[in-house]
């Protein structure tokens, strides 16, 4: 079982930049693959970005490509999204999970319970 913890989330001005983490409990978190979404209002949940286990591969969402960077700290068993450049339309709630069966973008087995990113304009 692993559970995560959002944290970073915020109110900013667009053109401003957030750091997401999230933090897993358990000791296999350095095998697991992990990803950032976000959803948000009346809209569907959309992949952001993802990394596997070691850190050395990434995926980017159209909408993070050149803004956003997933990094992962094993020895903290967390996860980060670095976000910069933020815009409006960045405004969601945003989830990290872990452990996805249809790597990298969905089938994700572990979800956090979000944190919410405001971009005002």
């Known amino acids: 079982q692993v559970q995560l913890v959002e944290s970073g989330g915020g109110l900013v001005q667009a053109g401003g930049s957030l750091r997401l983490s999230c933090a897993a409990s358990?000791?296999?978190?350095?095998?697991?693959?992990m990803g950032w979404f976000r959803q948000a209002p009346g809209k569907e949940r959309e992949f952001v970005a993802a990394?596997?286990?070691?850190?050395?591969?990434?995926y980017y969402g159209d909408s993070a490509k050149g803004r956003f960077t997933i990094s992962r700290d094993n020895a903290k068993n967390t996860v980060y999204l670095q976000m910069n450049s933020l815009k409006p339309e960045d405004t969601a709630v945003y989830y990290c999970?872990?452990?996805?069966?249809?790597?990298?973008?969905?089938?994700?087995?572990?979800w956090g319970q979000g944190t919410q990113v405001t971009v005002s304009s």
């Open positions: 358990g000791r296999t978190f350095s095998s697991k693959a």
């Open positions: 990394i596997n286990w070691s850190g050395g591969i990434t």
């Open positions: 999970a872990a452990q996805p069966k249809n790597w990298p973008y969905s089938d994700y087995d572990y």
